[in-house]
């Protein structure tokens, strides 16, 4: 099987643009670090971080906000649309990172324009150069994902998180060796997300024939996984108009577990700590007729898999991998499997109904 064969002869360009990720990762984490160290620099002398975005964008930023608070740096993510909320507590002193795959997101661009003229810092990171949020900002990241045609974000959500971990290494370089275990990583990524994406894609078309009609979806993690149960959620409900929601792991069992029966899918990620709490809520619901679908680091699977009258599909991860790079390789799983439902259900992944893209 050549490794386009799953490209080759699609009329649509959805699954063009995810195949195109490795080739993406791999121009930004060659790219010069200058610009992610002005603005690593910038983030680590600032007292207070804002990261905002909407849609993929703001899930992007939620991922950057989580890994800085971890460090201990005063910062917190919204969504763009309310920047109003925090005009209070955006100064001089504080640097506010915003995050637009186009560069025109109305608001997203309103709430750069109001903190800057409060005097805050803009670290504007977008995939169109010329953009009004690139002419806006104090300094700007260039994602580098290329003209991205379809309407659900593929390789610019991918584009935005490596850029993203760049400037944290940079930040935390000096501080965390850690952070050199996470860079060599993200030097392998353009191998391994190629590698993951052929296995992972093979994987998703023998799994679709089994959910394509199912209507309901909630996907479960916690920390970073949330930042991947979120974006998730958001391909199924655009791409193919599943009713989907990210929770946070163990709020499934605090009243939407009620709901379940089999019209869902459950989608997990589940890392080493939350195998216990995943167990107890797979057990809760082998009543439910649903499917069930794990992302889950290798050597974990057989202790989950197999039990009876559930219906369950597990793609394995490598168990050595840093976290902070499990989020690429995971919302995989839902570009994915989000294209091929909509192609099963005859629907148009690259232009879902009542939505538009700007593309430049």
């Given at each position: 099987m050549?490794?386009?064969?799953?490209?080759?002869?699609?009329p649509?360009i959805?699954?063009k643009?995810?195949?195109?990720q490795?080739?993406?990762?791999?121009?930004?984490?060659?790219?010069?670090?200058?610009?992610y160290?002005?603005?690593?620099?910038?983030?680590?002398s600032?007292?207070?971080v804002?990261?905002?975005?909407s849609?993929?964008?703001y899930?992007?930023?939620?991922?950057?906000?989580?890994?800085?608070?971890?460090k201990?740096?005063n910062s917190?993510?919204?969504?763009?649309?309310?920047?109003?909320?925090y005009?209070?507590?955006?100064d001089?002193?504080?640097?506010?990172?915003?995050?637009?795959q186009?560069?025109?997101?109305t608001?997203?661009?309103?709430?750069?324009?109001?903190?800057?003229?409060?005097?805050?810092?803009i670290?504007?990171?977008?995939n169109?150069?010329?953009?009004?949020?690139?002419?806006t900002?104090?300094?700007?990241i260039y994602?580098?994902?290329?003209?991205e045609?379809?309407?659900t974000?593929?390789?610019?959500f991918?584009?935005?998180?490596?850029?993203?971990?760049?400037?944290?290494?940079?930040?935390?370089?000096?501080?965390?060796?850690?952070?050199?275990?996470?860079?060599?990583?993200?030097?392998?990524?353009?191998k391994?997300?190629?590698e993951?994406?052929?296995?992972?894609?093979?994987?998703?078309?023998?799994l679709?024939e089994?959910?394509?009609?199912?209507?309901?979806?909630?996907?479960l993690?916690?920390?970073?996984?949330?930042?991947?149960?979120?974006?998730?959620?958001?391909?199924?409900?655009?791409?193919?108009?599943i009713?989907?929601?990210?929770?946070?792991l163990?709020?499934?069992r605090?009243?939407?577990?009620?709901a379940?029966?089999?019209?869902?899918?459950?989608?997990?990620?589940?890392?080493?700590?939350?195998?216990?709490i995943?167990?107890?809520?797979?057990?809760?619901?082998?009543d439910?007729?649903a499917?069930?679908?794990?992302?889950i680091?290798?050597?974990l699977d057989?202790?989950i898999?197999?039990?009876?009258k559930?219906?369950?599909?597990?793609?394995?991860l490598?168990?050595?991998?840093?976290?902070?790079?499990?989020p690429?390789l995971?919302v995989?799983i839902?570009?994915l499997?989000?294209?091929?439902?909509?192609?099963?259900r005859?629907?148009?992944?690259?232009?879902?109904?009542?939505?538009?893209?700007v593309?430049i």
């Open positions: 050549s490794e386009r064969s799953f490209v080759k002869g699609s649509y959805m699954i643009e995810i195949h195109e490795p080739s993406v990762i791999e121009r930004i984490i060659r790219s010069s670090p200058d610009e160290k002005i603005a690593a620099e910038m983030i680590f600032a007292k207070k804002f990261v905002t975005g849609g993929s964008s899930h992007a930023g939620m991922f950057l906000d989580l890994l800085l608070k971890r201990g740096l917190r993510s919204f969504v763009s649309g309310d920047y109003d909320i005009r209070n507590l955006v001089k002193e504080s640097v506010v990172i915003a995050i637009s186009s560069g025109y997101t608001d997203t661009l309103e709430a750069v324009s109001l903190f800057k003229k409060q005097g805050a810092k670290i504007g990171v977008t169109i150069i010329d953009s009004p949020l690139a002419q900002s104090d300094h700007t994602v580098k994902a290329g003209r045609e379809a309407v974000a593929t390789k610019s991918s584009a935005q998180i490596t850029s993203l971990l760049r400037i944290y290494i940079e930040i935390f370089r000096s501080f965390d060796e850690k952070i050199l275990k996470l860079e060599t990583y993200l030097n392998n990524l353009p391994l997300f190629k993951y994406i052929y296995k992972t894609e093979t994987y998703v078309r023998d679709v089994h959910v394509y009609k199912k209507d309901h979806m909630y996907i993690g916690r920390g970073l996984n949330y930042v991947s149960a979120l974006e998730s959620a958001l391909k199924l409900k655009e791409t193919c108009g009713h989907s929601e990210a929770m946070y163990t709020e499934i605090h009243g939407p577990k009620a379940v029966d089999e019209s869902y899918m459950i989608g997990m990620f589940i890392n080493e700590n939350d195998l216990e995943a167990l107890k809520i797979i057990e809760e619901l082998k439910s007729e499917v069930f679908l794990a992302s680091p290798e050597g057989n202790k898999m197999y039990r009876e559930i219906m369950f599909f597990n793609i394995s490598e168990r050595e991998m840093p976290e902070e790079i499990r690429l995971d995989l839902y570009q499997l989000s294209y091929y439902i909509a192609v099963s005859m629907l148009d992944p690259d232009r879902p109904r009542r939505l538009r893209k593309v």
